[in-house]
Each structure stands twice: as structure tokens, then as C-alpha cells.
């Protein structure tokens, strides 16, 4: 199977049940920023960070591919049906479970701070953003996205933040603030 098809050639793709859309659709839109805040965790993995939280990283990159499916199945026709296209409740209570343990890691927070540091807390400062931005894209939806994926989305850019700050605080890299 060749990696170009040329069916795109004319601005379309399809969705997951086939259905013809613009690259442009807003659907399309949310599920490429779910696809770049993957490639940012990819890119935080890279720099090896410590294996608790390199672990975690990789289930949350197989979780954005589930959600991209999701969201690229706005009938609900095929994904559902796909295991591990599977997103649940439990998947947004193992990441507060995540955000609790780092956070117990972290002096509090008193004022922002600017994003940086490491180069593996400063991509996840990066997806932090992009997961903000998919958020937003998400909610735009019409018809609206399944209100997990939103809760999960939300939770997620809570845990980046987090985890940037617990890998730049082993780094022995300091906060800078605002």
C-alpha cells in the first residue's frame, strides 16, 4: 500500500464512515489538533523523560488516537464498535489519578509562569497549548462531540501543565515567572 492515494488532490477526505468532507470541515480541523498534540508528546518522549511519566505518555498517545477516530465518526457508526477506539470514564479518571500524584510533587503555584525549561517540559508546554486549542476546536463542534471526549481533552491539558512542571522541577530547571 502506497503512503499517497491521491485522493485528497481536489481538498476532500473522508471520514471514518467514508462520508466525502473538506480538509477545511471543522471536524477535520479538531481532529488534526488532537494529531498535533500527540506529535508534541512524541516529541516529549523523545527527550526521555523519566519512566513514570514516559509510561503515561505513551497510553495518552494511544488514548488521542481513539479520540481522533471518534471524532472522525461523528454518526458513531464504526468507532464504538472498535476497542481500541474505546474512551471512557475511567480513561479521565486515571488522568486526575495522574494530576493528583505529580502535582503532590510541586511547591504551589502563586503566579503563572512562563512556559520553557527542559526540552521535554518545554513540548509539553507546547501540547499543553495545542490541547487547549483542540479543546476549543471540539467544542465548536456541530453536532457536538460526545462531552467525554471534552471532559477528557480538558483534563489532559491539566496533566501536560502538570507534567511539564514536575520535568523541569527534576531537571533542576527553575520556574520562571510572570
Not at 481500541?84 to 503563572?112: M, S, Y
Request: charged share 30%; with cysteine.
Amino acid at each position: 500500500m502506497k503512503i499517497y492515494t491521491r485522493t485528497g488532490d481536489a481538498g476532500e477526505t473522508s471520514l471514518f464512515d467514508g462520508t466525502r468532507v473538506s480538509k477545511a470541515d471543522a471536524r477535520v480541523d479538531a481532529y488534526g489538533e488532537v494529531d498535533e498534540v500527540n506529535a508534541y508528546l512524541g516529541l516529549a518522549r523523545a527527550s526521555r523523560p523519566d519512566a513514570d511519566i514516559d509510561e503515561p505518555l505513551l497510553q495518552i498517545q494511544r488514548d488521542l488516537f481513539a479520540l481522533g477516530a471518534r471524532l472522525a465518526d461523528p454518526a458513531s457508526r464504526i468507532a464504538a464498535r472498535v476497542t481500541k477506539a474505546a474512551v471512557g470514564d475511567a480513561d479521565v479518571t486515571r488522568l486526575e489519578a495522574l494530576i493528583d500524584r505529580f502535582e503532590a510533587e510541586l511547591p504551589p503555584l502563586t503566579r503563572f509562569i512562563l512556559a520553557g525549561g527542559a526540552p521535554a517540559g518545554a513540548a509539553l508546554h507546547v501540547a499543553r497549548t495545542v490541547c487547549r486549542r483542540a479543546e476549543r476546536r471540539i467544542v465548536s463542534l456541530q453536532p457536538a462531540a460526545d462531552t467525554l471526549i471534552v471532559r477528557y481533552v480538558n483534563r489532559l491539558s491539566d496533566l501536560l501543565f502538570v507534567l511539564a512542571r514536575v520535568v523541569n522541577r527534576r531537571a533542576g530547571v527553575p520556574e520562571i515567572e510572570w
